[in-house]
Antibody
Framework: QLQLQESGPGLVKPSETLSLTCTVSGGSISSSSYYWGWIRQPPGKGLEWIGSIYYSGSTYYNPSLKSRVTISVDTSKNQFSLKLSSVTAADTAVYYC?????????WGQGTLVTVSS | QSALTQPRSVSGSPGQSVTISCTGTSSDVGGYNYVSWYQQHPGKAPKLMIYDVSKRPSGVPDRFSGSKSGNTASLTISGLQAEDEADYYCCSYAGSYTDVVFGGGTKLTVL
């Protein structure tokens, strides 16, 4: 079955850029029926959609994060990636990748990224 | 894109039923039959429990059911079990596949 796995540094310094990759297995990221998205969850808080990408490269971002977010896709590696610039402590969160049509599913297991000097 | 409104917490005894509400607007919950519900245990990724308002993915017990009336969706868990204790989040389509809005989450305590 389709599985997603996040990877990337667990610690990022303030003002730097957070970079994560989601590797998709058990299916093709080039499926025409779905988008591929990033969702985050600060410790003890709720879920926040960050943005999504279509296999063609079309991107869509949460307006509150749009100025700092870049999502890209590499269909040859069946991966998509997240970059979040100028991070602060408020960006500390578990970051999830997920496939979504009208609902996000399945999700990756999540990766904790801490912003600290 | 405002978060959907859920109660912070609900509780029930084993065997009882509980209902968690999720209130949005006519631009999300009320406008489409694409409300989903997720169960999240501590340290785990959210698990899809209900999609398209009332459909259950394979493997989800029929103790879990969903409904919607106007701008409010509901998740009902009947025959509460200890393992149902978790956080529950609603999610709604809001006009495009890229417009995803979540509720703030509800902590379910099984007494």
């Amino acid at each position: 079955q389709l599985q997603l796995q996040e990877s990337g540094p667990g610690l990022v310094k303030p003002s730097e850029t957070l970079s994560l990759t989601c590797t998709v297995s058990g299916g093709s990221i080039s499926s025409s029926s779905y988008y591929w998205g990033w969702i985050r969850q600060p410790p003890g808080k709720g879920l926040e959609w960050i943005g999504s990408i279509y296999y063609s490269g079309s991107t869509y971002y949460n307006p509150s994060l749009k100025s700092r977010v870049t999502i890209s896709v590499d269909t040859s590696k069946n991966q998509f990636s997240l970059k979040l610039s100028s991070v602060t402590a408020a960006d500390t969160a578990v970051y999830y990748c997920a496939r979504h049509g009208t609902e996000p599913d399945p999700w990756g297991q999540g990766t904790l990224v801490t912003v600290s000097s | 894109q405002s978060a959907l409104t859920q109660p912070r917490s609900v509780s029930g005894s084993p065997g009882q039923s509980v209902t968690i509400s999720c209130t949005g607007t006519s631009s999300d919950v009320g406008g489409y039959n694409y409300v989903s519900w997720y169960q999240q245990h501590p340290g785990k990724a959210p698990k899809l429990m209900i999609y398209d308002v009332s459909k259950r993915p394979s493997g989800v017990p029929d103790r879990f059911s969903g409904s919607k009336s106007g701008n409010t969706a509901s998740l009902t868990i009947s025959g509460l079990q200890a393992e149902d204790e978790a956080d529950y989040y609603c999610c709604s389509y809001a006009g495009s596949y890229t417009d995803v809005v979540f509720g703030g989450g509800t902590k379910l305590t099984v007494l």
